[in-house]
């Protein structure tokens, strides 16, 4: 048998609670490498590189769990094509395996760049209230700060328009 941690151990080096590896088993964002005949779950290296990889893309992109296991699950696809096209056994079959990882990697960087992009639109929404706060507390020199309609400070604040 293989390098196999329990579920502590690996609460232990990710920061992730038992709860969270359930939770992550129930929608099939990470199935652990083996289960025990009582159900102990046990998690290999490559378990814990996917943990990583969920963690980082929720960290740097603000991705919701459905859309972290959709590119993830995109990733293995993608793999599993180029698998496919080395084992292919001649240039069509090669060509089709390829053409199919390329159309899922297309398909991930499409999702990329269009949270980046609501990203980037919410940090432009952001300024714009940094910018009307800082002008509203310019706007009377004498140190007083004027009195605003409860609407104009939750909209300068962040909140809805």
Do not use: W
């Not at 359930?22 to 199935?31: F, K, W």
């Not at 046990?42 to 919701?64: N, P, Q």
């Not at 696809?77 to 990882?101: F, T, W, Y």
């Amino acid at each position: 048998m293989g390098n196999f941690y329990q579920i502590g151990e690996v609460c232990h080096v990710t920061g992730l609670t038992p709860r969270t590896l359930h939770y992550y088993d129930e929608i099939g964002l990470l199935v652990p490498s083996e289960r025990l005949a009582g159900g102990q779950r046990l998690y290999t290296a490559a378990d814990l590189g996917r943990i990583e990889e969920i963690k980082e893309l929720r960290r740097l992109l603000g991705l919701s769990l459905s859309e972290v296991k959709r590119l993830l699950d995109a990733e293995d696809a993608r793999k599993r094509h180029l698998v496919e096209a080395s084992k292919a056994p001649d240039e069509p079959a090669r060509r089709a395996a390829l053409e199919q990882a390329l159309d899922v990697t297309e398909a991930q960087a499409r999702s990329v760049h269009e949270k980046i992009g609501q990203l980037t639109a919410f940090g432009q929404k952001l300024e714009r209230h940094v910018r009307d706060l800082r002008r509203l507390l310019r706007s009377n020199r004498d140190g007083a700060v004027p009195k605003v309609k409860a609407a104009s400070a939750t909209q300068a604040a962040g909140g809805e328009q």
